[in-house]
């Protein structure tokens, strides 16, 4: 028992050394490298201040927890902040205009290799978490989009302008058709909220969004990519790491089993795609004076052609035989492409939830053999 009682008292008394320490190292002349080992002092100032919850010594575990969180916001606050500054003087000063690179190409098949092997070294060891590292996972990913997307907004309002192929000036005006709430924009809300909520109805819901929906956003662009490959080095990194995102989420979520369990769960997406159309076409129909024909969120508006590959095709193909014009603000055909194109999105996500069914199906068939041939060796041996 003393043994026990001088153990914790070593512990808090740590703890509480370490988010001294680190609350220093915040101030030590060492560049970069002082803020990175605070915020290791002030982690493992919370470990030590979390080992038991004894009430002797409650108010020496306080105290290393106030350090410890203090020295963890102070140090990680720098490190971000110094990061974005890296990432913003890189983009601005760095030749960002690059060739295109060719769809199916050695980027392009090169960085599918790479994001494919990250994901599964991610979801495989991580197939039988716990509920809760699966919303920090979700939630960290939804917050990675969010703050891609946010310096997106900043790359294209103040640097991507040029002036033969230089920078020059940041634009006169902000691109109100930059405003994220396309397919592909819409995983990056529902991560986050999926990440913040406890299993229900409502997250089951989303979830099989995401493992149905999200994913064909995510597999349609690399199996399309002339969408996420461009003249810019940013801009194609961005959609490219992107898109691989949409697709980490749907495959975290079939192995961690929170969706993708049965066909049936297919349906529980179409609420919540229901909700992205609506909400999709009251932002075309009412954000019509921030610019030209307004938006075109979902690719969905009745005001532009869509610029997805073949739905496109068929848009310009009906025009002409309805006798319209490319920019006329109201299109017959355009409402038929956009009415199918509605229709089409949700059976696409059937397909690929039906083939993830498929593989699960085959990889369970594979396990079980695996296991009967076992139990027919030792059987041998006996």
Request: hydrophobic share 50%.
């Amino acid at each position: 028992m003393e043994k026990n009682i001088k153990k914790l008292r070593i512990c808090y008394i740590a703890s509480i050394i370490c988010g001294i320490f680190g609350i220093l190292s915040f101030f030590s002349l060492i560049p970069g490298i002082n803020y990175i080992i605070g915020l290791v002092f002030g982690i493992v100032s919370l470990k030590l201040a979390k080992k038991t919850d004894d009430l002797e010594y409650r108010k020496i575990r306080l105290a290393g927890k106030i350090l410890g969180i203090i020295s963890v916001v102070l140090n990680a606050s720098i490190l971000v902040l110094i990061l974005i500054a890296l990432i913003i003087i890189g983009t601005i000063y760095a030749p960002y205009v690059i060739d295109r690179p060719a769809g199916y190409g050695a980027f392009h098949i090169g960085f599918m290799i790479i994001s494919i092997f990250i994901m599964l070294c991610i979801c495989i060891p991580m197939r039988n978490c716990s509920d809760k590292a699966f919303r920090i996972v979700m939630l960290v990913t939804g917050l990675i989009l969010l703050g891609a997307e946010l310096y997106k907004h900043m790359y294209y309002a103040f640097i991507i302008d040029k002036i033969d192929e230089t920078f020059i000036s940041p634009s006169k005006k902000y691109e109100w058709d930059l405003i994220s709430f396309q397919l592909c924009s819409v995983p990056m809300y529902l991560s986050v909220a999926i990440g913040c909520m406890k299993e229900g109805k409502v997250r089951n819901a989303l979830c099989e969004y995401c493992a149905s929906i999200g994913f064909l956003g995510g597999f349609m662009a690399y199996a399309e990519p002339s969408g996420i490959l461009h003249g810019e080095l940013f801009c194609t990194l961005h959609s490219s790491i992107w898109h691989a995102l949409l697709i980490f989420i749907a495959l975290f979520i079939i192995f961690t089993k929170k969706g993708n369990r049965s066909i049936k769960d297919w349906y529980k997406s179409l609420p919540v795609f229901a909700g992205v159309v609506v909400v999709a076409t009251i932002l075309n129909l009412s954000c019509f004076s921030l610019v030209r024909y307004g938006f075109n969120m979902c690719y969905i508006s009745p005001f532009r052609n869509t610029p997805l590959a073949v739905f496109k095709d068929i848009t310009l193909a009906l025009q002409k035989m309805f006798g319209e014009d490319e920019s006329s603000m109201l299109s017959f055909g355009r409402m038929i492409v956009n009415t199918i194109y509605v229709m089409v999105i949700p059976i696409g996500g059937l397909i690929l939830y039906g083939l993830s069914l498929f593989i699960k199906w085959i990889v369970s068939l594979i396990v079980k053999f695996k296991k009967y041939v076992d139990k027919i060796k030792i059987s041998i041996t006996k």
